[in-house]
């Protein structure tokens, strides 16, 4: 009985330590998702976009801040090297997919976003906020103009 006594209360620790161990090496083996291809991105439906980007975001929720910043920087790299021309009609893709969408369904789109960043914190709003002005910074004059024609007036 002794012995049984002894072997649990050592066993137990061990196993809760190799458990451990195992789940930080799984961790420390995340490694980021790939960049998805911007084009290939355009071809898929609404709904396998929104499929993708949930895998996407359970995936960078894995990952440390720098991982998930590397990977966000990486996509705009992509999105950068795409001509002008390239992005326009990516665009043009997306906001013809918008407004074809039913307005109940534009509606809960909106809010999840919404709500996706209300539940950011302060810091990463203020990230957020900061590469976005950082990608307007480099669209070529017509694009930004072209950009501020489509956004809503308020």
Same mark, same amino acid.
């Given at each position: 009985?002794?012995?049984?006594?002894?072997?649990?209360?050592?066993?137990?620790?061990?196993? !809760?330590? =190799?458990?451990?161990? @195992?789940?930080?090496?799984?961790? @420390?083996?995340?490694?980021?998702?790939? !960049?998805?291809?911007?084009?290939?991105?355009?071809?898929?439906?609404?709904?396998?976009?929104?499929?993708?980007? &949930?895998?996407?975001?359970?995936?960078?929720?894995?990952?440390?801040?720098?991982?998930?910043?590397?990977?966000?920087?990486?996509?705009?790299?992509?999105?950068?090297?795409?001509?002008?021309?390239?992005?326009?009609?990516? =665009?043009?893709? @997306?906001?013809?997919?918008?407004?074809?969408?039913?307005?109940?369904?534009?509606?809960?789109? &909106?809010?999840?976003?919404? &709500?996706?960043?209300?539940?950011?914190?302060?810091?990463?709003?203020?990230?957020?906020?900061?590469?976005?002005?950082?990608?307007?910074?480099?669209?070529?004059?017509?694009?930004?103009?072209?950009?501020?024609?489509?956004?809503?007036?308020?």
């Amino acid at each position: 009985m002794i012995t049984g006594t002894i072997m649990k209360n050592h066993l137990l620790p061990t196993a !809760v330590l =190799a458990l451990s161990l @195992a789940a930080l090496s799984g961790m @420390a083996q995340a490694k980021p998702p790939a !960049v998805p291809d911007p084009q290939e991105w355009a071809r898929m439906s609404p709904e396998q976009q929104a499929q993708r980007r &949930a895998e996407l975001r359970q995936q960078l929720e894995r990952l440390p801040p720098a991982e998930r910043r590397a990977f966000r920087e990486q996509m705009r790299e992509r999105l950068e090297t795409l001509s002008p021309e390239q992005r326009q009609a990516l =665009a043009a893709q @997306a906001r013809e997919r918008w407004q074809a969408m039913p307005p109940e369904e534009r509606r809960r789109l &909106a809010e999840e976003r919404r &709500a996706q960043i209300q539940a950011m914190s302060p810091a990463q709003r203020r990230e957020l906020l900061q590469q976005r002005r950082a990608m307007l910074e480099k669209l070529s004059p017509e694009e930004r103009r072209a950009l501020r024609e489509r956004l809503p007036s308020e």
